[in-house]
């Protein structure tokens, strides 16, 4: 077993408590949990554990931010975008700190926390721009009445983020939030704190005023239940697992009926046509599962190959598997870091166990690397079939499920047979077959010959179990408004 | 001091500013009264070049009518020069085509940051070539053209097409192209702002442009170039002429590699361009004159009619598509029951309108663009006087150095006098009598034109029963001169064709494309 040895710089970690009214805050029972660096499994830092009563706090802080005739009601539409735009630019000024902040805390490569830091700048900016854009309508009426909707913001928005990408999850939460007036409180996964209590300190310097940007860190049971079950906030939008997303649509209609959207997991498949240039799919294919140690929810997890091109196939993804450098995510050679935790570790090691058991056959890896931390040797498993239980459920590591298919029309009803429905991806080069494809796979987005083609200007969501509502693109607006229809009577043509 | 509360009034009435530009004082800004001109020649290619006939001519400072520059003079081999560039920039594979559509908007940031960097000094310019107020350059022109800058920025990775709806096994999508390489020709009653309403829809869309700024007033539009370079376009992206509108103008509305003309300017000129844009179906947008209708009942709020009436007309020195304005509200009908009051406080008003030095802090009217301009205000005040229409302030030139005409008020005026059918482009306002709605909503419409109009009233029914009757592009209830860049400009009837500004303006510089592939099953 290899020693692990980190690379990580030493780090002042300046922001551990409660972020409510642009100040920070000890939590209300006195209690702070530890944040571990999944490098080592040691504890970096505490982080104050918000509970109900700091909830109750934001909540009212937030109010107070929405009431009429405050700042933020006030405010031009532009200058929304404005305030926007300066908190981008914050995130872009401070990449190098924020980016080493992420990659200790997550685990993912250095490389990969820049890229996420200029894809949440991106998003901002992007949504930045939609604040003075988007409109209401005026409808065509009888001529003594004049009507016309308003796209109003919804109010008190509480956001749930999980841990595999946690500034980029704030970005794409709080984006379309912002754009359309909203007040947000946000809170990061108990796994991941530290980067979104930064990003806070850049809003405050941004100068949102107090209250419209709230960030309470704490676990799910009580922290984030909290959020879910408050009857003074409007709308919650959660991205995490199934299980847990479907507590929160429950528990929100039970509390007050607040609006609800969710990113939730997914078992995606990834079809390769005989037509795919081979080397090329294996690429795709072998960044599809593994990127950011799998931890994904749009995670390739299905590899559907054509038996005409699957020993070819197997043979170079396994090679390229075995090339994958795991290691410190400080480190520029490395690929692939660690898992999130320990608990997340044994899961996948125990699906490892069980593909072997169901008759897969594992071609390589799938065995702990270094002697501390949370590392796996990226596997892959040939002759997968579909009702093994590493086919059917999402393993969030790195496990790469190879099944082979003949027929377009067979595959696709595999690929379907599934409660997820997150993304899809094919690869082939016919046009025809290409559209057939995309009219058939039940999946919120479809990839052809490319894979995670995640823009911001493109709607991103689950059918089916992986989700409800869409994020990002125009589309993303819409949980964030409600719409109020407005209807005059003229009194002089009665 | 009664100008500011003018600045303060227009700050929150019109012209749409963001919170922290409608809080600065020209006070703490050093003024400068000569400033430097430091680009005087044709912008093409992302260099500034001379004109390929050697040719220059003078520009003039209206407020002394001397001469305070020479810039190059562009005609027709320089503009085939420039659309050269400009289709060179457009073709397939070059950088611009190629470029994320979020670059582009980014580009714009850039020019709308490197415009506040520069703003004391572009205002001060503005100024030394238009003759507007100094305060009005620095704390309206510039700042809207940087909002309408970052306005336009946020949407080049927004123009969606559609997925559509068809019968049959087909996929059909459409995809919304830039139309080309446009060519904008620009008038010189707001240099920099109509600069900035041409460039944004231009770029967002992705086309490559030729611009002609008027032969008045190019120093401001050349600076702007020089801006233009620095934050990055790529080269023939914009191209920026100078040049007469015959020649030069003509050269472009001519040019068969040029797909679309925006123009704005008058309505004499906008036929001719229409008629000959049309020989080649290229496609016109026009922004022409007005006579716009401003009108105000007996239950408004009198201040603020009256302060707004008068702005209305007299803003920019009446050169407005609005005062110098093509949207000025040169026909200003008052209800029966307040029309002796409302005429009382007019001239009372009109009277107290400092006329003058317009780099002094206290002037709100400078000198109007040019000899001829004045002249033809002149001719149209005379007019106005032997009409019958009763002339009750200023009616004269004044002083006898620059083109300074005094703040004119006619009252009495009646629907057939030429000062109420015809477009004056002066500081000249006519008050009319009304009785009843309908009445004066006809009498509004009565006109070719239909840019603007206001309404001053507090009832609610009044307010929309008169903006739906009224055929004008923008009509605006208790205010005037609201130009939000989200908010639509654009004239009804000969006042012009097409939508300026907002999501409106987008069609005109997109080509629709309609994709429709056969595929093997269509399911829903």
Redesign the interface.
């Known amino acids: 077993m290899t020693s692990f040895i980190s690379k990580a710089p030493h780090m002042e970690i300046k922001y551990t408590q409660i972020f409510i009214n642009n100040e920070w805050h000890k939590a209300g029972n006195g209690k702070t949990f530890p944040v571990i660096n999944p490098s080592t499994g040691e504890e970096i830092c505490r982080v104050e554990g918000g509970t109900k009563s700091d909830i109750d706090k934001a909540v009212e802080a937030a109010r107070n931010a929405f009431r009429v005739d405050s700042a933020w009601r006030k ?5 929304r ?2 305030l926007m ?1 300066k908190f981008a630019e914050l995130l872009r000024r401070d990449i190098a700190y924020l980016a080493q902040l992420e990659t200790l805390n997550n685990g993912k490569t250095l490389i990969n926390s820049k890229i996420d830091i200029m894809g949440s700048a ?1 998003c901002i ?2 949504y ?6 988007f ?1 209401g309508e005026t409808i065509p009426s009888t ?1 003594d009445t ?1 009507i016309y909707t308003r796209h109003e913001p919804v109010g008190i928005c509480g956001q749930i983020i999980p841990w595999n990408y946690p500034i980029l999850m704030l970005a794409l939460k709080l984006g379309p939030a912002l754009a359309c007036g909203n007040v947000v409180i946000l809170k990061p996964a108990e796994e991941t704190p530290l980067t979104a209590l930064y990003c806070a300190s850049l809003i405050k310097e941004a100068g949102f005023p107090p209250g419209v940007v709230n960030i309470v860190p704490g676990d799910g049971p009580e922290c984030g239940h909290a959020i879910v079950v408050h009857e003074g906030i409007d709308k919650i939008s959660f991205t995490g697992s199934v299980e847990v997303g479907k507590k929160v649509q429950e528990n929100a209609a039970k509390s007050n009926l607040k609006r609800v959207t969710l990113e939730l997991g997914g078992k995606s498949p990834l079809i390769i046509c005989e037509d795919a240039d081979v080397d090329f799919a294996v690429y795709v294919a072998h960044e599809a599962i593994f990127h950011n140690a799998a931890q994904n929810c749009i995670a390739g997890s299905r590899t559907f190959v054509h038996s005409k091109i699957y020993p070819e196939f197997i043979a170079k993804s396994v090679a390229l598997a075995k090339k994958r450098i795991v290691g410190d995510p400080f480190d520029p050679n490395t690929q692939q870091g660690p898992q999130i935790n320990s608990q997340q570790f044994k899961k996948i090691l125990n699906y490892i166990e069980l593909g072997k058991n169901a008759g897969a056959r594992l071609e390589c890896g799938g065995q702990k690397a270094y002697d501390k931390g949370y590392f796996i040797q990226p596997a892959v498993f040939s002759d997968v079939k579909d009702d093994m239980i590493i086919a059917r459920e999402e393993i969030f590591g790195p496990v790469m499920c190879v099944l082979k298919f003949d027929s377009y029309d067979e595959v696709i009803e595999r690929a379907n047979a599934t409660n997820f429905g997150l993304v899809a991806g094919v690869i082939t080069k016919d ?2 077959r290409a ?2 494809f995309v ?2 796979l039940q999946a919120g987005s479809v990839w052809v010959n490319t894979y995670a083609a995640m823009k ?2 493109a709607p991103f969501g689950g059918f089916k179990q992986s989700g409800q509502g869409r994020e990002l693109g ?1 589309y993303g607006l819409e949980p964030y408004y409600e719409v109020k229809t407005v209807v ?1 009577k ?4 009665i | 001091m009664l100008s500011k509360l003018v600045c303060k009034r227009v700050l929150n009435h019109g012209l ?1 500013l ?2 922290r530009a409608a809080s600065a004082s020209t006070q703490q800004v050093v003024v400068n009264r000569k400033p430097e001109v430091k680009y005087q020649k044709l912008f093409i290619n992302n260099e500034f070049v001379d004109s390929l006939s050697g040719a220059s001519f003078d520009v003039i400072n209206p407020a002394t009518g001397g001469v305070i520059a020479q810039v190059a003079d562009g005609s027709e081999k320089d503009v085939d020069r420039a659309v050269k560039a400009a289709k060179n920039a457009f073709r397939l594979g070059s950088e611009w085509r190629r470029m994320d ?2 670059d582009r ?1 980014a580009l714009l ?1 850039k020019l709308a940051d490197l415009i506040e960097r520069d703003r004391a000094y572009i205002a001060a310019l503005e100024t030394y070539n238009n003759g507007k107020p100094f305060k009005d350059s620095y704390n309206i022109d510039i700042p809207h053209c940087i ?1 309408v800058l ?2 336009y ?3 080049p ?2 123009i ?1 097409g559609k997925v559509l709806p068809v019968g049959g096994d087909f ?1 059909s999508y459409t995809r919304r192209e830039p139309v080309g390489v446009v060519g904008q020709i620009i008038p010189w009653n707001f240099p920099m702002i109509l600069l900035c309403w041409k460039i944004g829809p231009s770029v967002v869309t992705g086309c490559t442009t030729v611009v002609k700024l008027d032969e008045h007033t190019p120093l401001t539009g050349l600076y702007t170039a020089k801006l233009i370079q620095e934050a990055g376009f790529p080269p023939g992206v914009i191209n920026i002429l100078a040049g007469d509108g015959p020649n030069c103008g003509g050269s472009i509305v001519k040019h068969p590699d040029v797909q679309k003309i925006a123009f704005t300017g008058s309505t004499h000129v906008g036929k001719i361009i229409g008629a000959e844009a049309a020989k080649l179906v290229k496609r016109t947008t026009l922004e022409l004159g007005g006579k716009s209708p401003n009108i105000v009942f007996a239950d408004c709020d009198l201040d603020n009619a009256v302060e707004m009436s008068h702005f209305a007309l007299f803003f920019n020195q009446g050169q407005c598509c609005c005062g110098q304005c093509c949207c000025a509200g040169s026909r200003t009908f008052v209800e029966e029951k307040i029309y002796d009051e409302f005429v009382q406080r007019s001239i009372e008003r009109t009277k107290r309108r400092k006329i003058g030095d317009p780099y002094d802090e206290s002037t709100e009217q400078g000198p109007q663009i040019s000899q001829e301009q004045m002249d033809k205000i002149l001719d149209l005040i005379d007019s106005g006087k032997k009409s019958g229409a009763k002339l009750v302030a200023g009616g004269r030139r004044e002083g006898d150095k620059g083109f300074f005409v005094q703040p004119t008020l006619f009252a009495d005026v009646k629907d057939d006098h030429q000062i109420a059918r015809e477009e004056i482009f002066g500081p000249v306002m006519q008050i009319l009598k009304f009785k009843s709605i309908d009445e004066v909503i006809e009498r509004a419409n009565d006109t070719e034109y239909g840019l603007a109009a206001s309404i001053f009233t507090k009832d ?3 307010a ?2 008169v903006s ?1 009757g009224i055929r004008a592009g923008s009509v605006w209830v208790n205010t005037y001169d609201n130009f939000d ?2 908010a639509p400009f654009g004239g009804f009837k000969q006042s012009g064709l097409g939508r300026e500004k907002s ?1 409106f303006s987008l069609d005109s510089y997109t080509e629709t494309k309609c994709v429709t ?7 829903s």
Not at chain 1, 75 to 79: D, I, R, T
Not at chain 2, 517 to 522: A, F, H, M, W
Request: zero cysteines.
């Open positions: 405010l031009e539409p532009s200058a975008g404005t735009r991106a900016d992007y930045a721009g939609w604040a003075d854009k409109t001529p004049f046009l025809t559209l057939k009219q058939e911001f200007q125009k005059m003229l009194l002089s043509k | 749409r963001t919170t559509p979020a908007g940031y909002a970052r306005y920025a946020g949407w990775d927004k969606n996929f609610l029914d009044k929309i029963v739906n860049p989200a999501e592939i056969k595929i093997s099953e269509r399911n």
